[in-house]
């Protein structure tokens, strides 16, 4: 069966190489780019289902490349997934930031790659939020309309802060954020959320959450995620 087509842009011609005969082993299609600018010209061409996007490429890098898709409005949607060298968290923050769906440092064993593109293709598609507004994540139920959490069927008292969170994080399994996509997107009127206050608002949040505690995972250097539930 057709797995769709995923695109490679990589200037080393050996992991392009092994990346595209595994992926096909697969059942994947492939396309590759050795440059930026090819990578681009070629993604807008074929359209892929996902993009493979190393970060440190000569000439427009990865990060120009990313944010370049963004802004094609027929392409901002695709996932694209950035390889990255070890330590280069600053760029994985700057990629996740500008749009990047996920990330891979190098040097990777191509079997976390092809479940790496799998998770990344299936969380598109997976919304666990019924039509009352329960969004269900493991042992945790967060009610949405009404801003309540259960777990375990026991209720949770959360502040207003590590309420949204948690729903943030839950709502987007497997998703890394960094701290600054965390803020936006809990920022309250009325008071000042943080970079650093991010962390003590983690520490609080999984203090009341007992042994779900591991389900909020720390993604060292970048942020944080709700654990992919499998
Ligand atoms: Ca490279």
């Known amino acids: 069966m057709q797995k769709g087509t995923i695109c ?12 595209s005969i595994q992926l096909q082993r697969e059942g994947y299609s ?11 010209r070629l993604i807008r061409e074929k359209k892929p289902q996902l993009i493979l996007l190393d970060l440190m490429l000569p000439g427009m890098d990865g990060l120009d490349v ?24 600053a760029d ?4 996740l930031e500008m749009g990047a769906d996920d990330y891979i440092t190098k040097p990777f064993s191509p079997r976390v790659v092809i479940s790496r593109i799998k998770s990344v293709l299936r969380r ?22 009404r801003h309540l959490v259960h777990l375990s069927g026991e209720s949770v008292d959360l502040t207003a802060t590590e309420y949204k969170l948690l729903a943030f994080l839950c709502g987007r ?7 600054q996509q965390i803020v936006d997107s809990v920022r309250g009127e009325d008071y000042a959320v943080t970079e650093r206050s991010v962390d003590v608002q983690v520490v609080g949040l999984r203090k009341k959450l007992g ?19 499998t």
């Open 8 to 19: 490679i842009v990589e200037d080393e011609e050996d992991i392009r190489d092994i990346l």
């Open 30 to 40: 492939t396309i590759a780019a050795a440059s930026g600018e090819e990578g681009v």
């Open 66 to 89: 990313c944010r370049t898709l963004r802004q094609d409005k027929e392409i901002k949607d695709t996932p694209i997934i950035m390889v990255t060298a070890r330590g280069e968290e």
């Open 92 to 95: 994985i923050i700057t990629g």
């Open 124 to 145: 598109g598609s997976r919304s666990s939020t019924d039509a009352t507004g329960l969004l269900t994540y493991g042992p945790i139920v967060i009610d949405l309309p």
């Open 173 to 179: 399994p497997g998703w890394v954020f960094t701290r």
């Open 211 to 229: 042994e779900a505690a591991e389900f909020i995972e720390t993604v060292r250097g970048v942020g944080y995620r709700a654990r992919e539930l």
